[in-house]
């Protein structure tokens, strides 16, 4: 099990910025697959993004060209650089890993998008 703890949401007015952060509890250099998530109220969880140990990136196609997920190895943290945001990303961001059958994660953070 990895435990993980997201951080970096807030409030931000359309066509800002914001970066999360997920730090995880272990040493992620084996973890298959890392990723970002989000539930908005009355729908369900989607991907946003996932990036694979071997550097394989997924987007989703509502924030590709915006968004950029990355993983810092040495600080055990993946990273989703959100911008520019617009009023429909406002979520609940969830980080996620899997690592063959196991799938973990984090508590949420929430993303407040003002138009």
């Known amino acids: 099990q990895v435990d993980l703890v997201e951080s970096g949401g807030g409030l931000v007015q359309a066509g800002g910025s914001l970066r999360l952060s997920c730090a995880a509890s272990?040493?992620?250099?084996?973890?298959?697959?890392m990723g970002w998530y989000r539930q908005a109220p009355g729908k369900q969880r989607e991907l946003v993004a996932a990036l694979t140990a071997s550097g394989r990136l997924s987007y989703s196609d509502a924030v590709k060209g915006r968004f950029t997920i990355s993983r810092d190895n040495a600080k055990n943290t993946v990273y989703l650089q959100m911008n520019p945001l617009k009023p429909e990303d406002t979520a609940v961001y969830y980080c996620?890993?899997?690592?063959?059958?196991?799938?973990?994660w984090g508590q949420g953070t929430q993303v407040t998008v003002s138009s």
């Open positions: 996620m890993v899997q690592n063959g059958p196991n799938v973990d």
């Open positions: 272990r040493n992620i250099f084996t973890i298959n697959t």
